[in-house]
């Protein structure tokens, strides 16, 4: 990776690692405009002020806009957004794997993995 690219990275990482950014990209990602207040129950637990802030960083950044139905995801926020799926498949699997090592480290035996009913031993 180039100094440049890897220079832009960081600048995004920069912007998403802001409180909120987010949960606020996520919660637009359905496609449907939301207005500041149901933004603020999507999103939960943000106060006004914060929010304000972060949507102001959004729009600088050009990732959300606002119309006259509310917030919504530009096109490269809606990429971006798209590219978050992956995330979300990722934390499934992760979640998963955390529940079963937990379950081991109590000492009890895990369920089996999926389809594995269908399988004979050995």
Same mark, same amino acid.
């Given at each position: 990776?180039?100094?440049?690219?890897?220079?832009?990275?960081?600048?995004?990482?920069?912007?998403?690692?802001?409180?909120?950014a987010l949960r606020v990209i996520w919660a637009l990602s359905d496609g449907h405009p939301q207005t500041f207040r149901l933004l603020q129950d999507s999103v939960g637990g943000v106060t006004p002020n914060t929010l304000n802030t972060r949507?102001?960083?959004?729009?600088?950044?050009?990732?959300?806009?606002?119309? /006259?139905?509310?917030?919504?995801?530009?096109?490269?926020?809606?990429?971006?957004?798209?590219?978050?799926?992956?995330?979300?498949?990722?934390?499934?699997?992760?979640?998963?794997?955390?529940?079963?090592?937990?379950?081991?480290?109590?000492?009890?035996?895990?369920?089996?993995?999926? /389809?594995?009913?269908?399988?004979?031993?050995?």
């Amino acid at each position: 990776m180039s100094a440049k690219d890897n220079a832009a990275v960081i600048q995004l990482f920069d912007l998403l690692e802001s409180r909120y950014a987010l949960r606020v990209i996520w919660a637009l990602s359905d496609g449907h405009p939301q207005t500041f207040r149901l933004l603020q129950d999507s999103v939960g637990g943000v106060t006004p002020n914060t929010l304000n802030t972060r949507l102001k960083q959004l729009r600088a950044a050009r990732l959300v806009e606002h119309g /006259g139905d509310g917030y919504r995801l530009t096109a490269q926020g809606t990429d971006l957004a798209r590219r978050l799926t992956d995330v979300q498949l990722f934390a499934s699997r992760w979640s998963q794997n955390q529940a079963r090592a937990a379950i081991l480290a109590g000492g009890q035996t895990p369920p089996p993995p999926a /389809g594995a009913a269908n399988r004979s031993p050995g």
